[in-house]
């Protein structure tokens, strides 16, 4: 297998061949530039050539058109013969070829399910998706810390509709424990889980979960899988897109074992629309990414964050991406040539050309590149001509898709949804066991009541006497008899959610 992935090169006046090094592939990278420039073609060519080196890779197909890693490319193809042209100006010998892919959907229709539970998520990331203030998330904290404590199994968002209602109905136990927990606060939760329910995010949360393993393996020639997540639907939702990739790229931080220094990552992860990651993103957040980009790769995992311009990643976590591919940028406004300036200056400069205008003048499958070296120093930036694609520029069709589908090696093992006992199960069996309890020291009630009065007192007179149980009690014991039967079971349904929801 080569040690090197080749990216491109060209004739006078463009780079050398330039190479990323899988030994430093780990060390992340940038792929940046404007709409329509060629990003995600330097994306589908990375990609080809990590799964070649035997290197599995995960990508976010945000238009559609990285599908066509599964098929090859052919010779009828209206830019073969540009394919062809650039080729052998940059000394390449293109062979076309599909490669091995498994895709995956949120929602299930695109790709296999795939799924996270609750508790998986954590109380930050759920902050963060749901859009909660300070103070709701110290609540939600609060929901979490009591489900860790009583072994309530967080799984989907039933789980957590249904621990809401506990924890609302115990505020005040609560508050003493832990501090004010507003009835209001929790109420501000429901309705943003409600919001997340009606934008398709229950799908997410639920069993089976996700099994790490299945986003690395190879296929019988040793080739890296490569795992699309499409996400054309999910774009939607941008918040949900951007909190389920950052979930993701946690777990495998926090999953994998330590590898030091290897010779190829164990998995490569780009990160597409990097934007929404950061826009309005809470310091916490934002450091807790800086912290998974600064360790990950100590895990063998490298990261690659595509985005339009580089001032869309922070510049802790921009000073972390060793290897550079920036597509054309243009500078219309005062704003364009400020972003355009500090893009620029991020590089190493070339004496033959300056970098600011090489950004700006470079076209359609061209880019500026800065690669680590040898000894792991960023190169000298360098004019590239973009190698052609070996598999299908483009999508797939929907057939060649469901094929490829039927054959992945995780076929069948996500499409049936599993429903453990969780959360939501043993709150209404708690529920039930309180009714019971309050319908029984009722009877007893009722039981010594009619003792007292020698049996002979119907409920309808009991309005007498400072002992009197009043109207209010022989109410109480009607609701809870009716409790016990049909219409209860749909009032109790109504106070606690969807918990009593057949599943």
Same mark, same amino acid.
């Given at each position: 297998?080569?040690?090197? @992935? ?6 006078e006046g %463009?780079?050398?061949p330039q190479?990323?090094?899988?030994? %430093?592939?780990?060390r *992340?990278?940038l792929i ?7 990003? $995600?073609?330097t994306?589908?060519i990375l990609?080809?050539g &990590?799964?070649q080196? /035997?290197v599995?890779?995960?990508l ?5 058109d990285?599908? =066509?890693?599964g ?6 193809f209206?830019? *073969?013969?540009a394919?062809?042209?650039r080729?052998a ?7 076309y ?6 895709f ?6 695109? =790709? ?13 990331? &759920?902050s963060?998706?749901?859009e ?7 609540v ?7 489900a860790?404590e009583?072994g309530?199994p ?5 789980d957590l509709q249904a621990?809401?209602?506990w ?5 005040k ?6 501090g004010?927990?507003? !009835?209001?606060?929790v109420?501000a939760?429901?309705?943003?889980l ?7 995010g229950a799908?997410l ?7 790490l +393993?299945?986003?690395?393996?190879v296929? +019988? ?10 996400a054309d639907?999910?774009?939607?939702s941008p918040?949900l %897109?951007? $909190? ?5 790229l946690?777990? &495998? ?5 330590e590898?030091?220094?290897?010779d ?10 990097? *934007? ?10 934002v450091? #807790?990414?800086?912290?998974v980009a600064?360790?990950?790769?100590s895990k063998?995992v ?7 311009n580089p001032?869309?990643v922070?510049?802790?976590?921009? /000073?972390q991406l =060793?290897?550079?591919?920036? *597509?054309a940028?243009?500078?219309?406004t005062a704003?364009d ?7 620029s200056?991020?590089y190493r400069p070339?004496?033959?050309?300056d ?5 700006m ?7 500026v590149t800065?690669?680590?070296?040898a000894?792991g120093?960023?190169? @000298? ?7 052609p694609?070996?598999?299908q520029?483009?999508?797939i069709?929907?057939?060649t898709?469901?094929?490829?589908? !039927?054959a992945?090696p995780v076929?069948g ?19 039930? +066991?309180?009714?019971?309890?309050a ?8 039981? $010594?009541?009619?003792?007292r ?5 119907k409920r309808?007179?009991r ?5 009197d149980e ?10 809870? #008899?009716?409790?016990k =039967? $049909?219409t /209860? ?5 109504g106070?606690l959610?969807?918990?009593?929801k057949?599943?």
């Amino acid at each position: 297998m080569s040690a090197t @992935i080749f990216l491109g090169g060209g004739g006078e006046g %463009y780079a050398e061949p330039q190479n990323l090094l899988l030994n %430093y592939a780990n060390r *992340h990278g940038l792929i940046a530039g404007a709409t329509g420039t060629g990003k $995600t073609v330097t994306l589908q060519i990375l990609a080809e050539g &990590l799964s070649q080196a /035997g290197v599995p890779v995960f990508l976010a197909d945000v238009k559609g058109d990285l599908s =066509g890693l599964g098929a090859s490319g052919r010779s009828d193809f209206k830019l *073969h013969e540009a394919f062809m042209k650039r080729a052998a100006t940059i000394g390449l010998d293109l062979a076309y070829s599909a490669f091995p892919v498994t895709f995956w959907d949120l929602f299930g229709a695109q =790709g296999h399910p795939i799924r996270a539970t609750v508790a998986e998520m954590g109380p930050l990331l &759920l902050s963060r998706l749901l859009e909660l203030s300070e103070v709701q998330e110290g609540v939600l904290n609060v929901a979490f810390r009591v489900a860790d404590e009583q072994g309530w199994p967080l799984l989907d968002l039933e789980d957590l509709q249904a621990l809401l209602v506990w924890v609302g109905q115990n505020a005040k136990d609560l508050s003493l424990r832990y501090g004010n927990v507003a !009835a209001a606060s929790v109420g501000a939760i429901q309705r943003q889980l409600l919001v997340l329910e009606n934008q398709g995010g229950a799908k997410l949360f639920g069993e089976p979960a996700l099994d790490l +393993a299945d986003l690395m393996g190879v296929d +019988a020639d040793g080739r890296g899988r490569i795992n699309i997540l499409a996400a054309d639907q999910l774009m939607a939702s941008p918040r949900l %897109y951007a $909190t389920f990739l950052l979930w993701l790229l946690s777990e &495998l931080f926090e999953e994998l074992p330590e590898v030091g220094n290897p010779d190829k990552p164990k998995l490569v992860f780009f990160f597409d629309e990097a *934007h929404l990651l950061f826009d309005d993103a809470p310091k916490a957040l934002v450091d #807790k990414v800086e912290q998974v980009a600064r360790l990950i790769r100590s895990k063998g995992v490298g990261v690659f964050f595509v985005t339009q311009n580089p001032a869309d990643v922070p510049e802790d976590v921009l /000073g972390q991406l =060793g290897n550079r591919v920036q *597509h054309a940028l243009r500078a219309f406004t005062a704003n364009d040539q400020k972003a355009l300036r500090q893009a620029s200056a991020t590089y190493r400069p070339n004496p033959r050309f300056d970098t600011a205008e090489a950004i700006m003048q470079v076209g359609t499958g061209e880019a500026v590149t800065s690669m680590l070296d040898a000894k792991g120093v960023p190169g @000298i930036v360098e004019r590239t001509l973009i190698r052609p694609p070996s598999s299908q520029l483009g999508p797939i069709d929907p057939a060649t898709r469901a094929a490829l589908m !039927a054959a992945s090696p995780v076929a069948g093992k996500y499409d049936q949804r599993l429903n453990r006992d969780s959360a939501a199960e043993m709150l209404a069996r708690k529920a039930n +066991a309180a009714a019971e309890e309050a319908e029984a020291a009722n009877e007893t009630r009722e039981f $010594t009541a009619a003792r007292r009065y020698g049996g002979s007192v119907k409920r309808s007179s009991r309005t007498v006497g400072a002992k009197d149980e009043g109207l209010a009690d022989a109410l109480a014991t009607a609701f809870v #008899k009716e409790m016990k =039967g $049909t219409t /209860g079971r749909r009032i109790i349904r109504g106070i606690l959610g969807s918990m009593f929801k057949s599943r």
